[in-house]
């Protein structure tokens, strides 16, 4: 799947209101990272992420809602049941119920609405930097990478947002 040319609107099937057609989940996802700094917290206002998977192996022939609570354990089950009966999660860019089963291939998608914990607002100081190298004092209680709830609010992502440096290079 390529993020930088597919809109959110293609993902689920359907015009999303409030979202261009002409804006990209790439698109979406950069408008996201905006900081606000509230004392000794980094904050992130809320926005909107969808996940985009294809199926795996361990996934075949089960039920979504099942698949769903047991593999993505940072919601509770009423969250997921919520999510696809409002037609947030889609298969194959078809809105799934709470009945779909996943099948090998299948491509499953998930909008949802992301508040992202607040971490520390100390300045994430670089300590030595030159062409092949970025060493940095990491503040504590802030993720390196995007992970679980965290997206923007990781040590990546906050270089990349705020200092314009992108410690990952292809």
């Known amino acids: 799947m390529d993020a930088n040319e597919m809109t959110p609107s293609e993902q689920v099937g359907r015009k999303i209101e409030g979202i261009s057609s002409e804006t990209t ?3 979406e996802v950069a408008q996201g990272a905006k900081y606000v700094i509230d004392g000794n917290l980094r904050r992130v206002p809320p926005y909107y992420f969808t996940y985009l998977t294809f199926c795996k192996e361990r996934w ?3 039920n ?20 696809i009966e409002r037609g947030q999660v889609t298969v194959n860019k078809k809105v799934a119920n709470l009945d779909t089963i996943i099948r090998n291939g299948d491509q ?6 992301k508040h992202e914990p607040p971490v520390t607002s100390r300045e994430i100081k670089i ?16 993720p390196v990478h995007p992970t679980g709830r965290y997206r923007f609010n990781s040590v990546v992502q906050i270089l990349k947002h705020e200092q314009h440096k992108n410690v990952h290079r292809e």
Do not use: M
């Open 25 to 27: 989940i790439a698109d």
């Open 60 to 62: 075949r022939d089960r």
């Open 64 to 83: 979504i809602f099942e698949l769903f609570t047991s593999e993505f354990r940072d919601r509770d089950a009423a969250y997921y049941k919520q999510a």
């Open 108 to 113: 499953i998608s998930h909008r949802t609405h």
């Open 127 to 142: 300590v030595f930097e030159d062409d092949e190298l970025c060493v940095i004092d990491k503040p504590s209680g802030i």
